[in-house]
Nanobody, 123 residues
């Protein structure tokens, strides 16, 4: 299993970024996927997750409708569209794979992680 994130960078408050996660080494269409983030000095926390079909999603409360998780099975790619960014969104964002079709009951327990992509929100 190989997960490679991209799309991070510097954004201004109120701006947008789209993160991508290129997946390989497994049948991407059959597994739930998620995004986590780790802010400086903080523990890694879940941001968003989607079931294998994209039919059910999870969002952390701090997302507040600003982020959208999606997956393109034809491209084996997971996305996180982030809008209305704030300084509090700064951190290292990780893509994660779950070992089931759903993240239900195992939100904090993915079985594989990417290396992360840095997102910095600053004016």
């Amino acid at each position: 299993v190989h997960l490679v994130e991209s799309g991070g960078g510097l954004a201004q408050p109120g701006g947008s970024l789209r993160l991508s996660c290129a997946a390989s080494g497994f049948t991407f269409s059959s597994y739930a996927m998620g995004w986590f983030r780790q802010a400086p000095g903080e523990e890694r926390e879940p941001v968003a997750a989607t079931t294998w079909s994209g039919g059910s999603t999870y969002y952390a409360a701090f997302v507040k409708g600003r982020f959208t998780v999606s997956k393109d099975d034809a491209k084996n790619t997971l996305y996180l569209q982030m809008t209305n960014l704030t300084a509090g969104d700064t951190g290292l964002y990780y893509c994660a794979k779950y070992n089931e079709r759903s993240w239900y009951g195992r939100l904090h327990e993915p079985d594989y992680w990417g290396q992360g992509t840095q997102v910095t929100v600053s004016s």
